[in-house]
């Protein structure tokens, strides 16, 4: 297992280190901030702005969003549907802190899926595609390497 | 004149922001506290409505003329009813209500930052800036900023855009990085500063606190005053539509809520307004302090061209944004004309702005009976200010940039129009003329209200002309203050006469002109003359008059009037040099030295014309004495000699001003506006001196005399013509003159063109030669027109203080001042004023006869069947006194509202009074005849008053009550 937020710092700091700082601030809050805040697309109408609609293309949402949304895709299919809302409602009313988001070892077609998806988001939030191939690219690498780093095992995708 | 290469620096004048938004503040302010008496009338079931349906007026039918003349021809008795049965809330709920929006809005004040700043939201720079490498740019930064130490610093991670945003007060302002921009800061670094950098300028600018100000008490109106007020308009509606009475009150409600939605797009629309110009000034500051202009280029591409739909429907909707388009921005770095510009829309929501605020507190001021002339003058004022404060300080910049660019000033005229027409919506809006109707009865009066903000922006634009090319100091902002003070104190003087007489005038407001002839007429001479038919003359007079009277009731009258053309004529008075001046250099360091605009001409070019006028005003006022001299010989009617002089001494005022005007407009083309004022208040000054001479002296020059009097010299005739003549001429003077100055169509301006430039040429020769004995001239003129505005306020003071009594407000309206135009009334309206009457005074009133008449009655057969004489029942002189206060309480009320109900009732005072008089007279001389007869006359009263029970019973009964 490893945490998502570990392969997102990875992941930055090989393809957009200048990102860094993004991935420190949110490391701050638990993971179910990180996503709902990092979802919110529009742009803001706030008062002495610099200005709105200006939003660049970020690399660190994008691996966030899908590396945790898979994660919670593979969480939820051991769970019961039922005690997963109950759980779900009740956080929400006491406002606990959701555990960090894990990633188990994927199968090559999980892998070739989350790459699918990452591509996606990444043209979707205003990516460049070569860059889009090189994110997607680093996180299959990253998660090649299991849970420590180290290279592991040569998976299915590869 | 500045070209490309040197740039108006944006600062030249201040950019009236703080004025803005103070109007956004009045605004809602005065607006919140409507709704509060609205609401608050309708919670404490106060009956305003019966009062006018006592009053003889039927709101679902009666024209608003009629409503109001019903009311204040019997103004007494309706005050006294508005008292007792609709008294305004306690004043004390209104300060309440003030404390508590201000105490709201002070706490999401001071709450909005800590909620934008709040952790889950943003995180400390700390931590994402491992290296301090972002902190030592904000220090830097903020020092070439000014700021004495740099603003706390957060970071929002999860934002994308690459922008920042400033939040919190000026003093302890927070800056926002957003997580886009963190990022951009290793790639692109001059983007990086030069987004801090504008936000800097924003703390700089003083942007900060008033920005989130306006933002808190914005959210305040919208969640604590509007909500009740919906309300009771649903609450309205619900219960009072079915009502008999709901067509007369739902233009209010209707027009009440009308004006809640409209405040809410308005203040809205302003605030965007406002901001998008403080995004430009915090643009030029960083450009200034050596943020990249290029930054400005990457981000975000040109705005698509379109049709002429798309690009009206791209209009639109950049209306609501907090930002202006890119290209705009990038466009006002390299020329910040649009800080200069004047434009419709900030112009008409100022209008509408001022409109709805003055409206809302005359109406305040006359629910709680605060109506003094000073109280008045002062809302007028208020509202006047903010008028002034926004647009004279958007003309001003205007009018400067086109002076240093070489450029063509933009159009006075046009601004005007935008501003009335959100002038006059305002005023509709808000129910100015309107009453109890859904329109105005005379709509098209609304277009004086335009045409005053025409003549408003039009004076002010040309005074700033002519200030800005002569004054050589250092800095505009002076003369601009003094400018657009002067400009306030004359638009208060519009407002004051639109909310005491203009809006009347539109509502359908009629008078009879031979009662106001008559009223003047007497007081002018002392006593009661004759009354003759009303003639064209009197008409003319009496419209003179009055629109005089409205506005010179104000102690400050004059001295606004003499503001109109003082004020120019001080912009002649500084020395002129031959360096560029040195406002000019600090505004637009790389421009040409030459003068910002046309130079005026001498100043004897000015004076003369006003001697000339006054000279033609002289011997006008000659020939109207000469001319009358003998209309008295064979004149019938002393009211239509006296109204013959009075209209005629003005008359020669006006000559002497349009003489002095035209003169003025053909000496000094290039500042013909101010010349034509000038000349015209200085003819006007000198006319009044030969009227007052020539009566002074009355009867020393046989030929000239009027009052058949012995030759002598009166100077006490000084003091009665002022407020008589030359009060109401001033006014009239100054607008004559504007007529005169009017732009010519082009055709007839292109023929005198080489005679312009001439005469503009020779001006500046001749300026320096005589300029000591012309300084003098002009400086004496102005001391004359204000000594004539302090003794005008002097003699208004003491009455301006003073509120109105009812008593002598119902006399003026009984001389002709109100004048009911026929209407049909419905047998159903007519029943409700009976009704209204008995429930409001008149039952009370007609018991309280029948009580003391029967205790009388009762007191006297005991006495008789005593056997006691007439000397032994002084027992019942309290009962006949009592029957006398009824009689004192009974003139006050109203009268009955139906004609013949009336007759009865005016005859019941009638014997009530005489039986009580003769009552306490028989007692006092022991005559018993006289006793005898004062016991019958009270039995006839006692006969009339079941005379008009049974009337008013028939009338209920006929109206379905």
Redesign the interface.
Known sequence: MVAVRDVVRDVVAEVAPEELPLVDGLASYDDGTVVRRLSRTGPRREPLGFGWGEVIGLATPVVWLVLDQVAQRLADAAVDGTAKGARGLLRRLVRRRRPPATLPALTADQLAELRRDLLDLSIRRGLDAQIAAEVADAVVRRLDRGPDGSPGEPGPAS | MAGASSRVDERALGAGTTARFTLLVALLVASSSVMLLYVALALAATDGLSCTLAAGADPGTDPAANVMARRSLQWEAYAACSDRYAPPPSGRWLVGWWALLAACTAALFWALPAWKARR??V?PLA????DGEIGRTVAELSATAGLARPPRVV?D???????????GRTGRATVCLH??L??????DPRRFRA?LL??LA?ITNR??TI??LT?ALWRVYAAVAVPPFLVWGAWKFRTASGATLWSAEAPIVTRGLLVTGLLAVLVYLARSDV?RS??VYADLAAVRWGADPESWST??APAPVGGRGRRALRAFAELW???PR?DA?RSALADPAVLFGVRALPLVLTGVAAGVTHTHVAYAITLYGLVTNWVQHAAALAAAALVAGVVGIALWRAVVYAALTGQRASSSARAGLWLGLGMAAGAAAAGQGTVNEWLPARPWLLALVVVAAMAFTWWLTRCAQLWVAVWRGRSLRGVALLNVSAAALALSLWFLWWQSLGAALTAGWSFDVAGIRDSFVSFFVGRELDHPPASLLDRAYVLVTIVGSAVASSPLALLAVVALWVTPLLAWLPRPGADPPRWVRDAAPGADPTSPGPPPPGLRRVLVPGLIGGAAGGLAAVAHSAWLHVRVQTATSATTVTVAFLAGAILALLVAAAVAAVTARVAVPAHRLPAALIAAGAAALVGFAAVAALRASDGCVPALGIWNVPCSWNPAMVQRLFPQILVPALPLAMLVAGAVALPRPRAARRGRRSFDRAATVGGQTSRPRSMAVARSCALALVATGLAVATVHAVQRAPNAARPLDPGEAQRFARQGMYVVVDAPVSARSRALQVEAWLDLGGDELLDRFYRHRRDLFAAVTTAVGEGRSIDRIDDVRPLCAEIGDFARAADRYFRVPDPEADKLWVKLVKLAWEGSQNCQQALDADQADQFNTAMRTLADAQDTSHAIDDRIDALMGQGGL
Request: aromatic residues 6%; hydrophobic residues 50%.
């Open positions: 889950g939201r995180v931590t994402v800036d491992r970071v991670p999860a934002a994308a855009s690459a922008g920042a945003v400033v939040f997580g886009g963190v990022a951009a800061r290793t790639t987004v504008h936000e924003h942007d900060v920005t989130y933002v901001l403080r995004e981000a975000a944004h907090l930002h890119w921005r």
